[in-house]
């Protein structure tokens, strides 16, 4: 594999001659491949053979031949195929339930859904992601994975930090960066890469942290992290972090937990400070590249509520709200056995349930207003795929098990099966996957066209 010139001869200063070899030689040998099982929607992977990932208990290798993004329980969202040393980041966040979580930088989703799997529906998650396009990518696999309580924004940082100031009590900042971590894995990566991208990247990463810690609350904890080996973009950003906010200290790894394994090597030129922060090396584990440090705001003013101090008020309800709500009322008196917390929020004759701690959504470009219940035309309701990829069978009246129907249900096919009549929910191996609409006879196909395989 051929590496950019320019790396290679930093990459030489940063280790001793036997070291370097060994990092080269890793560019030479074949990547390991990885998936997170979905708390959230727990499942069998037996039709896999995998290893655990020794820094993620929900975290295996699989064989590259297996292909496991083909099968039906990948579409349902039993799991996340992921990098597996990127599954090191999420857990340092040490988010609870019930508290209000930040991924700033969140697309694809890997980071969001790890966050969410342990939040387990309670709580507020905020994912944003800046470019649009990779913001609908990011709704696309919170929907798939069944998250209840996530918020997608597609925002600028800068905007965010003026109307959640002081507000989350753990924010995830995977900033973009050069990319270094990655050469193995994309041949874009090594393409695109140049000495004056990486300083690029580390303008812009300085201006992400600012916006994030302006959010962080009182007591909250912070995790920056990267997929590159620069200290430009991983050591000299910890030390401007901690230089230039007082507030903040960073923690040792191994109070923060989730990295004693991956932890393999300090940079050799770190302050003491920086020798708390942790690499993830190719040629020490089976992963790629990563960089990671933990850091808790010692501040003990109390947070505001929002970017003016305002709290949510009740707005009165048009008549048009009123009956989209109603319609999904009576729909989920049918249908629906499960209790959630939050608000509705309508938008046109789409009706939301946002987290109960979301502020009000005015003025923020929104992805995703929290979970999707479905929609109401002419006093129908239509219950939105969202929710189907959010419930278990045992939360709803009618269900039907596809078994080795799987492949006809995402191919758009009818389910000829002697069925009750109505909505039903669609599951493989218990698992959600959409929505059916039962005659009596057959199951009449509601798997979204866009998703059709």
Known sequence: MELPEKFCERMRQLMNQEEYAQFISSYEEPRSYG???NPLKPASLKHLQLEPVAWCNT????????RPGIHPLHEAGAYYIQEPSAMAIAPLLDVKRGEKVLDLCAAPGGKTTQLAGEMKGEGLLVANEYVSSRAKVLSQNVERMGVRNCVVLNE??????????????????????????????EEIARQQWSLDNVTICEERQKEILACAVRMLAPGGRLVYSTCTFSPQEDEYIVEWLLETYSDLTILPMNKVGGMEDARVQWSRHETQDVKRAARLWPHKLRGEGHFAA????TRTKEPVTNSNGKKSKAKKKSPAVLQVITAYEEFAKEYLDFTIEGRYE???NRIYLVPEQMIPLDGLKV???????????KGRFTPAHALAMALTDKEVTNSCELGDK?????HGEVIHTSTSKGWMLMTVDGVSIGWGKGTGTQIKNHYPKGLRK
């Open 35 to 37: 998936l997170r099982s």
């Open 59 to 66: 975290g295996y290798y699989y064989r590259q031949e297996q």
């Open 156 to 185: 600028t940082p800068q905007h965010l930090a003026q109307v959640f100031e002081g507000f989350f009590d753990k924010i995830l900042v995977d900033a973009p960066c050069s990319g270094e971590g990655m050469f193995r894995k």
């Open 294 to 297: 933990v850091f808790e705001n």
């Open 346 to 348: 309508v938008f046109g």
């Open 367 to 377: 992805q995703r207003a929290g979970l999707e219940f479905g929609e109401e035309t």
């Open 406 to 410: 799987a492949a006809d249900y995402l």
